[in-house]
T-cell receptor, first 116, second 112 residues
């Protein structure tokens, strides 16, 4: 149980384009999902907390107009990187917390974004 | 600020030995600490959670301790196997449903 999927697993795009990443909880409902970014040999950095049916809460220094988050249902959250630039190239990982409680976050497999 | 510090140097051990990884935190004790395993190019996989009022927790070959005096958690893998080679992440949660703050992780390499 507690499986989280992400799509796509890998994306290469041109500078200036927008990229959408999907995060789904497959076998549980998640009122809260999280989006992280990880650079090589660095820790996971929380970008935003996404709550179903409400606006996301962004961490300090994360531009909400650049990283659009939508949590439309209890099993789906999306992150859109708008007007991507090479410095946005990174490993993006989502996680979800089970609606029925518990502090544990279950992570997706991650999305490798490369902006040329 | 609340930090999680893990040894950035890789830990190399021989198969069959016990691996011990360290996680130190700053400021006040978190409500709980979580340990995750991360393989290259993959998302973290949850292993264990230990609460502030728990001294030790076990799961199969894994054992985690929480020492509020030393502000430290130790993560042990007994009878280590090459398949245990990965990066292990420690994360702190300050209250029931708060966000997590992660350390950089420690890479474990188990040689046959």
């Amino acid at each position: 149980g507690a499986v989280v999927s992400q799509h796509p697993s890998r994306v290469i795009c041109k500078s200036g384009t927008s990229v959408k990443i999907e995060c789904r909880s497959l076998d549980f409902q998640a009122t809260t999902m999280f989006w992280y970014r990880q650079f090589p040999k660095q820790s996971l950095m929380l970008m935003a907390t996404s709550n179903e049916g409400s606006k996301a809460t962004y961490e300090q220094g994360v531009e909400k107009d650049k990283f659009l988050i939508n949590h439309a249902s209890l099993t789906l959250s999306t992150l859109t990187v708008t007007s991507a630039h090479p410095e946005d190239s990174s490993f993006y990982i989502c996680s979800a917390r089970d609606f029925q409680g518990g502090e544990t976050q279950y992570f997706g497999p991650g999305t490798r974004l490369l902006v040329l | 600020s609340q930090k999680i510090e893990q040894n950035s140097e890789a830990l190399n051990i021989q198969e069959g030995k016990t691996a011990t990884l360290t996680c130190n935190y700053t400021n006040y004790s978190p409500a709980y600490l979580q340990w995750y395993r991360q393989d290259p190019g993959r998302g973290p996989v949850f292993l264990l959670l230990i609460r502030e009022n728990e001294k030790e927790k076990r799961k199969e070959r894994l054992k985690v301790t929480f020492d509020t005096t030393l502000k430290q958690s130790l993560f042990h893998i007994t009878a280590s196997q090459p398949a245990d080679s990965a990066t292990y992440l420690c994360a702190r949660g300050n209250s029931g449903y708060s966000t997590l703050t992660f350390g950089k992780g420690t890479m474990l390499l188990v040689s046959p």
